[in-house]
């Protein structure tokens, strides 16, 4: 995506409210995987338990909308990284090296 914006930040959601765990149960769903979800004890747990990003500046300076759905958004990540787990392990290695 191109723009003449510059020096700005913007959210680039769909402004409807996930929840962390929501999001977590949606890729173990998606994946498949048998994993459960692990919470860390409430003193080491962030305060934060959702983000609501509005995409309100995004629209109005760079005319971006959101039109792929959460679903179909992690979907497409999964797919890429399952085509890229080569690099991404490559990488991880490197960073802990």
């Known amino acids: ?19 962390l765990k929501e999001l977590a149960e949606k890729i173990i769903q998606l994946t498949g995987t ?10 080491q747990a962030t305060l934060v338990r959702n983000r609501i990003g509005c995409p309100k500046r995004a629209a109005e300076e ?4 959101a039109d792929v759905s959460l679903e179909d958004g992690l979907k497409a990540l999964i797919e890429w990284r399952k ?15």
Not at 34 to 43: D, G, K, L, T, V
Not at 89 to 97: G, H, L, N, P
């Open 1 to 19: 995506m191109k723009a003449d914006a510059t020096d700005r930040f913007y959210n680039v959601g769909t402004g409807k409210r996930t929840s």
């Open 62 to 65: 760079i005319g971006f909308t």
């Open 83 to 97: 085509a890229h787990i080569g690099e991404v392990d490559s990488r991880r290695a490197k960073a802990s090296a």
């Open 34 to 43: 048998n994993q459960e979800i692990q919470y860390a004890p409430r003193s």
